[in-house]
């Protein structure tokens, strides 16, 4: 090689690649753009007055009647010194924040180069690179909307609060800022909340878990989620070993201990209808609002709640119930808006949610579907139905006190809650239809292919039952509840309004106007005469066995609500029928919420119901109506088995429409008949299986 020659590695970049030459470039590009934004960040004045800043004015939730019912105000704030709070907090949040905290001049190149490649190849803002420091400035002067401009002014105000104040104060700031749930701005006032314990005393696990909330305080709560909390705490301690933070025996330590919570939270939080307010949550997530979002937003929030008819229930549920537990649920089968919704009879206590979360036997008040199914396929409410001792393949159902009144129409049978009457049906009309109808108006849970389900055996959901019944009483729609009306902002701007609401049509309209006429004999002389509220209402009763369940569902043309009572454990609760105390909470809250509603009656056609028996009780006593269940005898026979079935009917079915409240088929007459042999008719429309709604 020459003197003049040049070796190829130092050739002329003009002649590189076109690959090359445009990563070059590109490089460049980037290295210059962000010289110049560092350039320009840095140079930021200083913010005036920045440690006299205190947490946001924040959301409020209110009912649909004006009241208050949850704020996010601070109820506990203190405002402690950087040298007050234990290194296992500051190392903890540092470790699960900001792992480049004391490194950075407010903002992570290397986080931000991570997500913007994530958010491109995803096509959207799905992970975030937020510093501690561009934490504070969000809490502190923006929103929480995700936007890019939101983004960018959260680097220059985070710049700018690097050159007002130090680390450490920033730090303090942020721990005595941030939302970590139930109420608590702030690391002392977690403590308080959560543990009950000053913040010094807190151990290396307590520090772990609060540090893991500010990403989702209500999704990491351990008031909501034991085991997730327990997880995230976890996930935290790991973080902490790898940055050497805690020894391997410390974090095995911390692993191993148990959580206890403050047994209390309530002093230190206003939620006046907590279960309720868990479920707008969610309701506000899905929408696409995040918590801090919501708790910090300063947002009006109004909610469908009747807090009146909540307060009633809650009176009644208090005065009632005595050591056992109750739920209600309470929604317009109309517009699905949710009047009253009680999770538990203590919040503070147990934030199980037994309206959506619990599944228990409803017993007695699942017949209406059993009947509702006959009624599908011919059969009438004047048709006449042995009420006396049967043996299907087996299984030898019986009635309380072993009372038999001979023939009866199908209308008395539910009427006088008959449990022979209704195995004699589901016998006729066959478990796969009865399955199909619950399916069809709203019930999810699994259920046994098993002729006991005639009697309430399966268990479900008090959120599901009740909109089940929210079909019969619209003319055969199913509707989906909803908790949050419209979303304003503090200069009172809607940037949410509910949407109409849109059902589905799951049930001919001659059925449900026939099971209702026959319901409303429930009230009227039936189980359920302890229930009625001096105005049409239609409704069931149900009891489980040894009356370890004990639920009333019924409804007005306007309102239809589900009560339960029991115990989480499954005890016995001794002589608790649905025609006692949750009849009684029905009352309660029906009377209340059905209120502006005035005296409507159905709109249905005219059901003539004719009282026929053969039996001793032509005319109905006391005992007739005593709902307590029997201990049926489970059937041996080969075709009936314990399977979950998951499948659904093979029908053809129907398109959504929009509810209206003119009901789109006309009514059916039902023509009396006696039938001897107990056989109906040729079915006149099939089961429908369930259909999404929203």
Not at 113 to 125: D, E, F, I, K, Q
Not at 605 to 610: D, G, V
Request: aromatic share 10%.
């Amino acid at each position: 090689m020459s003197e003049f020659e040049m070796p190829k590695k130092f050739k002329n970049p003009k002649k590189l690649g076109p690959i090359r030459q445009f990563f070059v470039m590109l490089f460049s590009f980037l290295l210059a753009g962000f010289i110049g934004v560092n350039l320009y960040l840095t140079s930021q004045p200083p913010i005036q007055h920045l440690e006299d800043f205190k947490p946001n004015v924040v959301t409020k939730f209110y009912s649909s009647d004006g009241e208050v019912i949850k704020t996010f105000t601070a109820y506990k704030f203190e405002k402690v010194d950087i040298s007050e709070v234990p290194d296992y907090i500051k190392e903890a949040i540092i470790a699960t924040e900001d792992k480049n905290f004391y490194h950075h001049h407010g903002y992570d190149p290397v986080g931000v180069a991570r997500s913007m490649v994530v958010n491109l190849t995803t096509g959207g803002l799905t992970q975030g690179a937020s510093t501690i420091t561009q934490q504070l400035a969000r809490i502190l002067f923006l929103s929480n909307e995700k936007t890019f401009d939101r983004k960018i002014k959260e680097f220059i105000v985070a710049a700018r609060i690097e050159k007002t104040i130090p680390k450490d104060k920033i730090l303090e700031m942020y721990l005595n800022n941030v939302y970590l749930g139930s109420g608590a701005y702030g690391v002392a006032g977690a403590a308080q909340i959560y543990f009950n314990k000053p913040l010094k005393n807190l151990t290396l696990a307590e520090c772990a878990l609060i540090a893991g909330l500010p990403q989702a305080p209500s999704v990491y709560s351990p008031y909501n989620d034991k085991k997730l909390a327990v997880e995230r705490r976890n996930q935290v301690l790991g973080r902490m070993l790898k940055m050497r933070y805690i020894t391997k025996e410390q974090y095995k330590q911390a692993l191993e201990e148990e959580l206890h919570l403050n047994p209390n939270p309530s002093i230190y939080s206003l939620n006046r209808a907590p279960y309720f307010v868990d479920y707008a949550m969610k309701e506000l997530e899905e929408l696409g609002f995040d918590e801090t979002e919501i708790s910090q937003g300063g947002y009006k929030v109004v909610t469908t709640l009747n807090y009146a008819a909540q307060s009633a229930a809650e009176n009644a549920i208090n005065s009632q119930v005595g050591n056992r537990q109750a739920a209600v649920f309470s929604f317009s089968p109309i517009t699905g808006e949710i009047y009253v919704y009680i999770g538990g009879k203590n919040y503070f206590k147990s934030q199980y949610d037994r309206v959506t979360q619990s599944v228990r036997p409803p017993g007695s008040s699942f017949k209406p579907f059993v009947y509702a199914a006959a009624i599908e396929k011919g059969w009438g409410p004047n048709d006449i139905l042995e009420d006396t001792p049967v043996n299907i393949n087996g299984w030898r159902p019986h009635n309380y006190n072993n009372r038999y009144r001979g023939q009866m129409p199908l209308f008395m049978g539910l009427m006088l809650s008959s449990n022979v009457m209704a195995a004699r049906l589901i016998k006729d009309v066959g478990v796969r239809s009865v399955i199909g109808i619950a399916r069809s108006m709203g019930i999810t849970t699994p259920m046994e292919y098993d002729m006991t389900i005639a009697l309430g055996s399966n268990g479900v959901k008090l959120y599901e039952m009740t909109i089940a019944y929210g079909a019969f009483a619209n003319g055969g729609f199913k509707v989906k509840p909803y908790a949050v009306e419209r979303v304003e902002t503090s200069r009172g701007k809607v940037i949410y309004q509910a949407p109409k609401t849109r059902v589905m049509k799951v049930l001919n309209m001659n059925t449900a106007a026939v099971i209702t006429a026959m319901l409303k004999t429930v009230i009227e002389s039936g189980t359920g005469r302890s229930a009625s509220i001096g105005k049409p209402a239609a409704g069931k009763t149900g009891t489980t066995d040894d009356s370890k369940d004990a639920s009333f569902y019924g409804y007005t043309p306007d309102v239809v609500t589900g009560v339960w009572v029991g115990n989480d454990d499954n005890s016995k609760m001794g002589s608790v029928y649905g025609s006692t105390i949750p009849a009684a909470i029905w009352k309660a809250a029906m009377k209340v919420a059905t209120e502006k509603f005035g005296n409507s009656d159905f709109d249905y056609p005219a059901i003539e119901l004719k009282r026929y028996s053969t039996g001793a009780a032509k005319t109905i006593s006391d005992e007739d109506v005593t709902d307590e269940p029997p201990k049926p005898e489970l059937p041996k026979n080969e075709d009936i088995t314990g399977d979950m079935l998951n499948t659904q009917p093979s029908v053809q079915t129907q398109n959504p429409v929009s509810f209206n409240n003119t009901f789109l088929e006309p009514a059916a007459k039902t023509q009396p008949k006696q039938l001897p042999s107990a056989q109906p008719a040729a079915p006149v429309n099939p089961p429908v299986p369930p259909l999404p709604v929203r």
